[in-house]
């Protein structure tokens, strides 16, 4: 089960004076409230329609969703503060793509000190855990299809604004999915990194002295981005913080589970040490090159880390090739066989390991070798019972 990493944990989870809406209550005089969608950690997420025609701010659906943010009595200031620069960052470079396909959009956005007002776009529909968790496996074809869209929101994100933005909270419950699946947008900014590249210098906005994140989809390369020297003078490929998330997201949703059994903060390690499971040897519709996809986004061990994606375009391409249905692609061949891999679970099937460990006289050429034998004596016996 995933974790989410809370690193105060914080004991009294009461928010000082907190604000609840109910319905026709008006928000920023422009949003009637619906009704609450839900809510967690420090926010709540309300369905609502717009009650002013003509805004000035690209509001072109009639619903939306508002989302509070509150701070928690006794939350520290600077966790507070900074969450707030990073989803006020995000909000207004999301504000600036309109109507951009992957992202959801961003109407409003109200600072008031110890609350947080965002209006988004509504998505009638689900988040891909949900689709996930229902399923326990996606098809191959669907699955493909949200993960391509998936990964232009991330491609996005990476390139098209001003300051590049690593999301670092990637998940399927970050990807809202339209009931027709026909909308699939990237969710949830709070904890996103922004970065200014210039040259072989790289500058990091945002302070990144936490590890904050889901366990499960978090980048070993995460545990030592805090030791970096924030000067630019040691470059960090902060591309892979996604790349690696978006590996474990197609890999649970073709095998409706993540691949390492992450606990702890410690776990977050696991991929530097063991590796994700063969799916093509356990899933009939999925080929060997979505294997190598997925290795080509996960691959910590150190011996296999110069195979790792350095950007969002070479992962891209790999879908690319995928979706030209080419055998000799589909089926090439794995760049970590199967019975090299070492599983952290160890009640992993590996079919190499398997047949590996099965006897001679275990196998099918032992009961074939054996019948015609059988056969042999048999037929001698007869001919010379006939000679007689």
């Not at 109910?22 to 969608?37: A, P, R, T």
């Not at 790792?308 to 375009?313: A, E, F, H």
Request: with cysteine.
């Amino acid at each position: 089960m995933s974790k989410k990493i809370n690193k105060n944990d914080v004991k009294d989870n009461i928010i000082e004076n907190e604000i609840k809406y109910k319905e026709n209550d008006i928000v920023l005089d422009k949003y009637s409230i619906i009704k609450e969608l839900g809510s967690g950690g420090t926010s709540t997420v309300y369905l609502a329609k717009k009650i002013v025609e003509n805004l000035d701010d690209n509001v072109n659906d009639e619903l939306v969703a508002v989302k509070i943010m509150q701070k928690r009595d006794g939350k520290d200031d600077y966790d507070w503060e900074k969450k707030k620069k990073e989803v006020e960052i995000c909000c207004r470079a999301d504000m600036l793509t309109k109507d951009n396909d992957y992202i959801i959009r961003t109407f409003d956005f109200l600072d008031e000190g110890d609350k947080i007002t965002i209006v988004m776009e509504y998505i009638d529909g689900c988040s891909l855990k949900d689709i996930i968790e229902k399923e326990k496996g996606i098809p191959i074809d669907y699955a493909m299809y949200f993960f391509k869209k998936i990964v232009l929101g991330v491609n996005d994100l990476h390139n098209v604004f001003q300051h590049q933005i690593i999301h670092r909270d990637l998940k399927p419950e970050n990807v809202l999915i339209s009931s027709d699946f026909n909308t699939i947008k990237i969710i949830d900014f709070g904890i996103s990194t922004i970065i200014v590249n210039d040259g072989e210098k790289q500058k990091i906005l945002s302070d990144e002295k936490d590890l904050i994140g889901t366990y499960d989809y978090i980048s070993p390369n995460a545990l030592h981005f805090r030791q970096a020297d924030k000067s630019g003078k040691e470059k960090i490929n902060v591309n892979q913080f996604d790349i690696f998330s978006l590996g474990i997201i197609l890999y649970e949703m073709l095998a409706g589970e993540t691949p390492f059994n992450v606990e702890k903060a410690e776990d977050i390690e696991l991929p530097a040490k063991y590796d994700v499971p063969c799916l093509s040897e356990t899933i009939p519709d999925v080929p060997p090159c979505i294997d190598n996809i997925i290795f080509k986004c996960v691959a910590y061990q150190q011996k296999d880390q110069t195979f790792l994606y350095k950007n969002i375009q070479e992962l891209l391409n790999d879908i690319i090739r995928y979706e030209t249905n080419d055998d000799d692609v589909l089926n090439e061949k794995l760049i970590k066989p199967a019975i090299n891999r070492i599983y952290h679970n160890k009640k992993i099937f590996n079919i190499e390991i398997e047949k590996s460990k099965i006897k001679f006289f275990e196998t099918s050429w032992f009961f074939i070798i054996i019948t015609i034998v059988c056969a042999i004596v048999i037929i001698v016996f007869l001919i010379s019972l006939y000679l007689k």
